[in-house]
């Protein structure tokens, strides 16, 4: 069984920064894939970013490319979603989740292509 814990999330003016994090329980976090999703009121779950265990490959939605950054810190089971030049369509809950069977290189863009998930926490972008 994996936990996930997310937190970082609050109120935040537009062009301002939050940075999210993702805590893990797991021996074998290390080789997990990690996703990040959100999810705004009204619309479906969508794919945010995600990274595979070493670092090595990184997907990023067309949406917050150049503004949205990943990293691990395997050492700490942690994730972290470094959020920058926000917007209001940013806001939404935002979902960590982890594919604990990945596949070499590969980073799932879909759900169901994740096995566990956090509880989410909410971020909220004023104009």
């Known amino acids: 069984q994996v936990q996930l814990v997310e937190s970082g999330g609050g109120l935040v003016q537009a062009g301002g920064s939050l940075r999210l994090s993702c805590a893990a329980s797991g021996r074998t976090f290390n080789y997990y894939t990690m996703g990040w999703f959100r999810q705004a009121p009204g619309k479906e779950r969508e794919f945010v970013l995600g990274?595979?265990?070493?670092?090595?490959?990184?997907l990023y939605a067309d949406s917050v490319k150049g503004r949205f950054s990943v990293s691990r810190d395997n050492a700490k089971n942690t994730v972290y979603l470094q959020m920058d030049s926000l917007k209001p369509e940013d806001t939404a809950v935002y979902y960590c989740?982890?594919?604990?069977?990945?596949?070499?290189?590969?980073?799932?863009?879909?759900?169901?292509?994740?096995?566990?998930w956090g509880q989410g926490t909410q971020v909220t972008v004023s104009s």
């Open positions: 989740a982890a594919d604990v069977n990945p596949r070499f290189g590969r980073v799932p863009v879909t759900a169901g292509g994740y096995d566990y």
């Open positions: 990274l595979t265990w070493n670092g090595s490959s990184a």
